[in-house]
């Protein structure tokens, strides 16, 4: 028996073993909790904050999150969800909406990328999707960050994930979702509203996610 | 490389159990390192095991591949040791799994990249006549994998609807009054929603490792191993339809109370130990063909 066989084989798993041991990913830390996100936003006001369930947490694992709902006094209602994970192994994953909503009962009417200008001049990538669940219809706005950059496909979140964690040695995530629900027979003006909310809240949430 | 064309030129036939006899340190010593390397990754496979119950047949999947290797051990301790170069770049690909794993935390890959590190390694050290005794087993272990939340979505969706579509149909022709909507059931007096547990999806995983045991352990063809592990997937379906039928005909006469709470668990039991009779009688039929 040829002993450079066994040598080799260990060796291909040692190795493996000492990048893992020797590849960390730092956390990356928020500028501020989440919690101290404005609770005034141009005419948007902070109307309702909800904390969620154990069950939830657990599966979520969120280093970070909040979900509130904000209304105008015209009777506009927009629910923000920011996820917040920070990349150390007690983190857990960003969850699609995609792959997530269904096991709640809910499905995907439609989703579509697009991209919303900002007045710096930039924009940010997003998906527009319409979600329902027996008689409730809820579009949404939402976007992934994977070490502050926007994306809006699962799986070049993913790449991107691995590209942060080997060459920056980060691998901090966020997901943003903004939702209105509707009836479902005004699907363009809750789309609309949406999209005022995200005008109104995109330079709280530059400054409140890592860049 | 220069070694990999050449590897088993020059080397006398050997029984596995005398290779092992001059070589058990070298396991010992891979054995070891794996364990340090995937200890943090298996634990958190056990504790999915332990905390949902979609996945708890895991406890079960590594003590069968033991037993079957134990039930083998006879001939695996005659077969030839004949090392194949092609078991390297297996073991390589598992290590690649690893690491992409590892820097994305995907779970999946990082879990699956063990079972494909130890295909590789048995067959680069040992050849394929030990393979052919070892190989089902190995890649028995897969079963013990939690499947991903993205791939379980895609199948209990149309699953869903498929078991929605045929309990109501069953339930028009016994003469129940029952509408569909989606994977609601809307009956006179009750709503009853089909959710991803009761789309055989849940049973599906348990009832495929224990259909792929049965194979494993009982059938000796491999075209009888094959149907036995494939039955699974009717199975699940079909008595999952039987549990859907029977809610909603039982709903009917008392109310919420026969799909909720302990009546729905006790039909889950009896739904499930119906299933493995079932897998039972495929395997009895499924004998006589064994040649």
């Known amino acids: 028996m040829r002993i450079h066989r066994y040598v080799l084989s260990i060796l291909l798993v040692g190795a493996a073993g000492l990048f893992m041991g020797l590849h960390t990913t730092v956390p990356t830390y928020l500028p501020v909790p989440l919690e101290d996100f404005p609770a005034s936003l141009a005419q948007w006001r902070l109307a309702r904050e909800e904390t969620f369930s154990p069950e939830l947490l657990k599966v979520l694992r969120p280093t970070d999150y909040l979900y509130r709902v904000y209304t105008t006094n015209n009777g506009d209602a927009v629910h923000l969800y920011i ?31 697009t991209s919303l200008p900002l007045p710096d001049g930039s924009s940010i990538p997003l ?31 993913k ?8 060459f920056r040695g980060r691998r901090d995530a966020a997901f943003v979702r903004i939702g209105v629900t509707t009836r479902g027979d005004s699907l363009d003006a809750a789309f609309q509203q949406a999209r005022r909310f995200l005008g109104d809240a995109w330079q709280s949430l530059r400054w409140h996610l890592p860049s | 490389m220069e070694h990999v064309g050449t590897i088993s030129r020059g080397e ?33 496979m056990v504790r999915v095991w332990a905390d949902d119950e979609n996945n708890s047949h895991g406890f079960l999947v590594p003590l069968v591949s033991l037993y079957l290797i134990a039930t083998r051990r006879d001939r695996l301790a005659t077969a030839q040791v004949t090392p ?43 050849g394929w006549e030990v393979m052919r005794l070892l190989g089902g087993p190995l890649l028995y272990l897969l079963l013990m994998i939690p499947v991903p939340a993205v791939v379980y979505d895609a199948l209990a969706m149309p699953l869903r609807g498929f078991v929605t579509m045929v309990s109501v149909w ?53 075209v009888t191993r094959w149907i036995l592990a494939l039955l699974a997937l009717p199975i699940a379906v079909i008595t999952n339809i039987g549990r859907v039928v029977a809610t909603g005909v039982l709903s009917q006469y008392f109310g919420a109370a026969a799909a909720e709470g302990f009546f729905h668990e006790f039909a889950g039991m009896v739904i ?13 039929v499924l004998r006589r063909f064994d040649s």
């Not at chain 1, 917040?84 to 009962?105: E, M, V």
């Not at chain 1, 790449?159 to 080997?166: A, G, Q, R």
Request: proline share 3%.
């Open chain 1, 83 to 113: 996820g917040y994970h920070d990349g150390t192994r007690n983190a857990g994953q960003i969850h699609s909406p995609k792959n997530c909503l269904p096991g709640g009962g809910w499905y995907e009417v439609s989703s579509r990328k």
């Open chain 1, 127 to 157: 998906v527009e999707a319409v979600y329902k669940h027996g008689e409730t219809t809820e579009v949404m706005l939402y976007w992934f960050e994977a070490g502050g950059v926007e994306v809006t496909n699962e799986y070049a979140f």
């Open chain 1, 159 to 166: 790449l991107k994930e691995v590209e942060n964690s080997i």
């Open chain 2, 12 to 44: 006398p036939p050997l029984a596995l159990q005398d290779a092992l006899r001059r070589s058990w340190p070298w396991l010992l010593a891979l054995l070891l390192i794996l364990g340090l390397v995937f200890q943090d990754i298996v634990a958190a």
């Open chain 2, 84 to 126: 194949c170069a092609w078991g390297l770049w297996i073991s390589v690909l598992g290590v690649v799994m690893l690491l992409a794993g590892w820097v994305s935390t995907e779970f999946f890959t990082m879990r699956a990249s063990l079972v494909v590190i130890l295909y590789g390694t048995v067959l680069y050290w040992y």
């Open chain 2, 170 to 222: 069953i339930m028009k022709s016994l003469g129940v009054l029952v509408l569909r909507e989606g994977n609601v059931m809307l009956f006179p007096n009750i709503t009853l929603e089909v959710v991803n547990a009761c789309s055989g999806l849940r049973s599906l995983t348990s009832l495929l490792a224990l259909a792929v045991a049965f194979a494993l352990l009982f059938q000796k063809s491999a």
């Open chain 2, 272 to 284: 499930f130990i119906t299933a493995l009779a079932l897998l039972f009688a495929a395997h009895l």
